[in-house]
Every structure is written in structure tokens, then in C-alpha cells.
């Protein structure tokens, strides 16, 4: 399998700009995680989909951010406007879950997104 | 809600050396789960070990080897023999079952030669 991918795998862009990151899940796995890691937050968890049902959006930081997951292989995270405070590596992430069970996480490579 | 304390920040270590990287969770439920993950130098996030509340069999693969204490709420990592390739963020996320997982501040881990 290819592992979870990321695109763009880098983004830099200017302040009040929109920014879509996109991400596809391991086949078969039916939850999908999106993460942000700074260095003063550490990892943070954004927002959880569970079988493409938002289940968990607690993380998310304010209306600016919006998370999509049409179908089972793709996800979006976008970010309208944006502004420098974004700048982070966002991570996607892929697990199976079956009920109350919970395996591992495989992680994408992660977007690095400055924005200036 | 679940909460997880790393307290070592960075350690330091020479080759050769064997390192325990101390992990103490809080939990209110029965069922949970325990994951270590690695996040050496290049970024990547690696899956390590999962462990589920109910196996409190110590674990060892390799060099690699984990202490389940649910006594005392604790999972402990140890790298015998450490290595240079083992410098990484060492993260330790407890789970609740059927949620996300919840990562801790991590501990750096550097070993030179």
C-alpha cells in the first residue's frame, strides 16, 4: 500500500489567501484524523472522521478552518483566509476502527504551510 | 477525558547506552488504549506499539521494549543499546476507545556516537 498521502507536501502563501490541503487514507481504513504540529502547541488534533462523518471538530481553531471528507479515499482541509498564525506541518492520518476498538494511526508525510 | 504527562523533555545519551522514556497517563475509563509513536528527525510520524488496557504483559521487540504498569498509570519505553538512528521525538498517546488519540509534548531523545 502507499501509506496515507499529503498534497502539497510544502505550501507557502500570503496572508488573507485560501489554502486547501488534501489528503487520502490508507484503503480499507475508515477513520481519518487530521493534526497540526507546532512547536508551541506540540500535535494537536483538529478534527476526526469516522466512516466520512465528521465525529470530533473540537480542535479545530475558529470558522477559518473547514474539513470535508466526500468519500471514503479524500479528505480537504481548508483554511479561508489565512493568516501567519496557520504556519505549521498538518498532518493526515488513516486508522480502521471497528466499534469501541482503536488501532493505530498511519500518518502522511505532512504539509508544511507557511504562511507570510 | 484523557491526559498524558512526558515529563523528560530531552535527554541525552551516548551510544550504546540504554534509555527509559517515562510516560504517565490519566484515564477514568476501563477500556483505553496506549500507543508510542517516533518522530525521528525528517518529520514522518512512525507507529511503534499499541497496547490495550487489559494486556499488562511487558513487551519486546528488539531493542525496543515497553513497561504496561496500570497500577500506577504508567508506560514505559526502553531502548537497550541505544543507537545514533534512535535520535527522534519519542510521543506516547493514550486513547480512549473510539476516539482520537491524544498526543503528549513528546520527549527528544539524542544519542551520539
Known amino acids: 500500500d502507499a501509506g496515507v498521502i499529503q498534497s502539497p507536501r510544502h505550501e507557502v502563501t500570503e496572508m488573507g489567501q485560501e489554502v486547501t490541503l488534501r489528503c487520502k487514507p490508507i484503503s480499507g481504513h475508515n477513520s481519518l484524523f487530521w493534526y497540526r504540529q507546532t512547536m508551541m502547541r506540540g500535535l494537536e488534533l483538529l478534527i476526526y472522521?469516522?466512516?466520512?462523518?465528521?465525529?470530533?471538530d473540537s480542535g479545530m481553531p475558529e470558522d477559518r478552518f473547514s474539513a470535508k471528507m466526500p468519500n471514503a479515499s479524500f479528505s480537504t482541509l481548508k483554511i479561508q483566509p489565512s493568516e501567519p498564525r496557520d504556519s505549521a506541518v498538518y498532518f493526515c492520518?488513516?486508522?480502521?476502527?471497528?466499534?469501541?476498538?482503536?488501532?493505530?494511526?498511519?500518518f502522511g508525510p505532512g504539509t508544511r504551510l507557511t504562511v507570510t | 477525558a484523557q491526559k498524558v504527562t512526558q515529563a523528560q523533555t530531552e535527554i541525552s545519551v551516548v551510544e550504546k547506552e540504554d534509555v527509559t522514556l517515562d510516560c504517565v497517563y490519566e484515564?477514568?475509563?476501563?477500556?483505553?488504549?496506549l500507543f508510542w509513536y517516533k518522530q525521528p528527525p525528517s518529520g514522518e510520524l512512525v507507529f511503534l506499539i499499541r497496547?490495550?488496557?487489559?494486556?499488562?504483559q511487558n513487551e519486546i521487540s528488539g531493542r525496543y521494549s515497553w513497561n504496561f504498569q496500570k497500577s500506577t498509570s504508567s508506560f514505559n519505553f526502553t531502548i537497550t543499546a541505544s543507537q545514533v538512528v534512535d535520535s527522534a521525538v519519542y510521543f506516547c498517546a493514550p486513547n480512549q476507545a473510539g476516539t482520537a488519540l491524544i498526543f503528549g509534548k513528546g520527549t527528544t531523545l539524542s544519542v551520539s556516537s
Open positions: 497496547r490495550n488496557s487489559f494486556d499488562e
Open positions: 492520518a488513516s486508522s480502521f476502527s471497528q466499534g469501541l476498538t482503536t488501532y493505530e494511526q498511519y
Open positions: 484515564t477514568r475509563d476501563t477500556t483505553y488504549y
Open positions: 472522521f469516522n466512516n466520512n462523518v465528521p465525529i470530533d
